[in-house]
């Protein structure tokens, strides 16, 4: 009650300054269902079929996208430059040079080449991994059976990359909690949804009866009203190219508007207010973050749209335009579109979103999937539409469960054959698409939700998805095995009563794989 009275008493006040303007926004604002039917698309489609990751073909494996020819991932490379280190494969650990001075800042760790046992650095093209099963079972039952921090319930499957072929399974086809392994299953869905070249496009729009300006939202969490934009859409270059198209149009002053119908239902995930997830609203600035930080938890602001739209109006003041305050409404299909900015190709977004973690992200890429697919997009219609994505691939989604895109909700169920399937999918010569799936996984004790674990011989070596929630911890990914051998696997523990013990149990056991 408290939401619609705070809603419903800016529009009053703007109603009674320029009644013509509100009355239409108010009636299109009522009738969201008849809206929503006759919204224009905001995706856009670029030219080609450009291949983000690896391209694999016969055996080889061609750099391309984020990789230099050795698979050292490029992001990784220039981190380390712009932590004065050498960077590279070797990070400048040739001949001769093998040690580090003193006092001097550790290298970083170098990331190993990523699919080598399917080509590139190996002879003799791809190979198969053994199929010893019992000695792999022997190897992991220890940590994974018998181990006491994973808790009641554990669930775990290794798969051989290159063949399809589980080659060790504990309970791997039980269904169990997957929290942020899930974005796995979210990648995949909507990359095969939209493709990798699928772009967000958040756009201003111009009533021609009223005058009004509609900020329409395109469902962008990473739209950024900061000054450097870092190669994202930008809130203050949207303006300029607004205020530019007004200003040939001999407009000075507009009554602001902004549109979040992309979405529907509620915009509050089921765990409520957190720090973890902003309210998901197809309109929002920096993921409604109060602070400079670009991912992991922080304070957010109560109304994304609404404080992504008084940001909007203040840019636009800066380049000689008033705006009135602003509120929710829909645009026409009668508005004129004025200026448009468009996020990073979706290659890009959901290597962020595995690298980080990203929850809104996640959120976000689940809902686009739903709109291409002609599901509702909300909650349960997102859920529905990355089921179907997987079961169109002939992926086993028996006994899954999606209530959300990130893994924040513990009604969330993944097995670990699901989990694997879909790491093997995203490895699949026939589907180049794919392939940010696996370039994304952060990598151990370097990126992402990694960086700070695997200080040991597994460093650059494990690439996999974190999940935790209290009481669930998970890890899915892959690893070279020093033979050459590819694999993917997957570790769902439920019911841990001791995190930290159960995330080291975890580690050791993708550890393992890497060893001699």
């Known amino acids: 009650m408290a939401r619609a009275a705070g809603a419903v008493r800016p529009r009053l006040t703007r ?78 650990r040739g001949p001769g040079n093998s040690g580090t001075a003193p006092g001097s800042p550790r290298p970083a760790p170098s990331a190993g080449p990523v699919l080598t046992g399917l080509g590139g650095t190996t002879t003799g093209g791809v190979k198969a991994a053994p199929g010893d099963r019992a000695a792999l079972a022997d190897l992991l039952d220890p940590l994974l059976k018998d181990a006491p921090a994973l808790g009641e319930q554990r669930a775990a499957a290794v798969v051989d990359l290159t063949t399809g072929e589980r080659l060790y399974g504990l309970d791997s086809g039980t269904a169990l909690t997957p929290a942020s392994t899930t974005k796995i299953a ?24 009223t005058g009004e300006l509609v900020l329409v939202g395109g469902g962008d969490p990473t739209l950024t009203a900061r000054k450097d934009a870092q190669g994202l859409a930008s809130l203050r270059t949207l303006a300029e190219k607004t205020a530019t198209a007004l200003k040939k149009r001999d ?64 840019f636009l003041k800066q380049h000689g335009i008033t705006a009135s305050p602003p509120g929710p409404s829909k645009a026409t299909g009668r508005a004129a579109t004025l200026a448009t900015v468009s996020s990073p190709p979706l290659s890009a977004l959901v290597e962020r979103m595995l690298t980080n973690s990203d929850n809104d992200l996640a959120e976000a890429l689940a809902r686009h999937t739903a709109v291409a697919t002609g599901k509702r997009a909300d909650f349960a219609g997102a859920g529905a539409a990355i089921t179907a994505r997987l079961k169109q691939l002939g992926l086993p989604v028996r006994g899954a469960l999606f209530h959300d895109g990130s893994g924040l909700d513990r009604t969330d169920r ?84 001791d995190p930290w013990a159960a995330q080291t149990t975890l580690d050791r056991a993708a550890t393992a794989l890497a060893s001699p």
């Open 15 to 92: 109603f009674a300054r320029t009644a013509a303007p509100r009355v239409a926004r108010f009636a299109r604002a009522t009738a969201p269902q008849l809206a929503r039917i006759t919204r224009p698309k905001t995706w856009q489609y670029t030219a080609g079929a450009a291949t983000a990751g690896l391209a694999l073909a016969a055996g080889v494996v061609t750099a391309a996208g984020p990789w230099d020819s050795t698979g050292q991932r490029t992001a990784e490379r220039d981190r380390a430059v712009a932590l004065d280190h050498t960077g590279g494969t070797d990070h400048g």
């Open 186 to 209: 979210t990648a995949v869905a909507a990359l095969t949804a939209l493709g990798p070249d699928h772009r967000l496009t958040t756009r201003t729009a111009l009533e021609a009866d």
């Open 251 to 314: 407009v000075r002053k507009v009554t602001l508007s902004y549109d979040t119908t992309l979405y529907a239902g509620t915009d509050l995930h089921p765990i409520g207010v957190n720090e973890n997830l902003a309210r998901v609203t197809a309109l929002m600035a920096d993921e409604g973050r109060t602070d400079d930080s670009t991912s992991g938890p922080a304070p957010r602001v109560a109304d994304p749209a609404d404080a992504a739209a008084r940001a909007f109006a203040g």
């Open 414 to 497: 993944i097995t670990p054959d699901l989990l694997t399937a879909l790491l093997t999918e995203a490895a699949e010569p026939s589907r180049p698409q794919l392939r940010p799936v696996l370039t994304g996984l952060p990598v151990a004790h370097f990126t992402g939700t990694l960086a700070g674990r695997y200080t040991d011989g597994a460093a650059g070596l494990v690439r996999a998805k974190t999940g935790t929630l209290t009481g669930v911890n998970t890890l899915a990914g892959t690893i070279t095995t020093p033979d050459g051998h590819v694999l993917a696997f997957a570790f769902l523990a439920n019911a841990t009563t």
